[in-house]
């Protein structure tokens, strides 16, 4: 139910704008994350959108990139500015199926829909 698009190779400290877009089902009310896996690392939080909780980022990428969700809560966006060779990875777009406790909205397992991912390669 979840689609990712956009990545690809960008040089560092160049711009890229993944897109995701859902299916089936609207997040307007719940939260929308995206995530990435660098190889050989586990998972981890990059960034999270929810219009009753706000907006959160990992430490790693705030000041350089934004996450958006459209108003019908059907897409959701991040735009990555200042890419460095650290944000190689495939990045994955996450939704709730509820609300979740604010406490866990930067881990996974709080998530239930999950794209297939799409490769971001930040190399010159």
């Known amino acids: 139910q979840l689609q990712a698009s956009g990545g690809g190779l960008v040089q560092p400290g160049g711009s890229l704008r993944l897109s995701c877009a859902a299916s089936?089902?609207?997040?307007?009310?719940?939260?929308m994350a995206w995530f990435r896996q660098a190889p050989g690392k586990e998972r981890e939080f990059v960034a999270l959108?929810?219009?009753?909780?706000?907006?959160r980022y990992a430490d790693s990428v705030k000041g350089r990139f934004t996450i958006s969700m459209d108003t019908a809560g059907k897409s959701l966006y991040l735009q990555m500015s200042r890419v460095e060779p650290e944000d190689t990875a495939v990045y994955y777009c996450a939704g709730g199926s509820r609300r979740i406790v604010y406490s866990m909205l930067s881990s996974a397992t709080a998530y239930d829909y999950w794209g297939p991912g799409t490769l971001v390669t930040v190399s010159s």
């Open positions: 959108v929810s219009r009753s909780q706000g907006i």
């Open positions: 089936g089902r609207t997040f307007r009310d719940v939260a």
